[in-house]
């Protein structure tokens, strides 16, 4: 079993920056990616960016050049960037792990006001 614990959300101004972190424990599979996924109210859940056991990285469109997925193998945890926050990335945004099965943390909120 895997357990996943978000924190570093919150409420920051359009251009503002935070960021997210995620620790994984439990028997984690040494193999296995790691990622942010976001849910706006009355929309669908998308993938924001992921990272991989060997460092490999992709991002949505939405968000590239202003956010930054990395991790830290030794601790387990996965970090998420955000910089020149806008309002349209308002949501709860979601880590996730993926190695065969899939795993989800509870989620935290982040809110940016214009």
């Known amino acids: 079993q895997v357990q996943l614990v978000e924190s570093g959300g919150g409420l920051v101004q359009a251009g503002g920056s935070l960021r997210l972190s995620c620790a994984a424990s439990?028997?984690?599979?040494?193999?296995?990616?790691m990622g942010w996924y976001r849910q706006a109210p009355g929309k669908q859940r998308e993938l924001v960016a992921a990272?991989?056991?060997?460092?490999?990285?992709d991002y949505a469109d939405s968000v590239k050049g202003r956010f930054t997925i990395s991790r830290d193998n030794a601790k387990n945890t996965v970090y998420l960037e955000m910089n020149s926050l806008k309002p349209e990335d308002t949501a709860v945004y979601y880590c996730?792990?993926?190695?065969?099965?899939?795993?989800w943390g509870q989620g935290t909120q982040v809110t940016v006001s214009s």
């Open positions: 996730n792990l993926l190695a065969g099965l899939m795993w």
């Open positions: 439990g028997s984690i599979p040494r193999i296995n990616a």
């Open positions: 990272i991989t056991s060997d460092g490999s990285s």
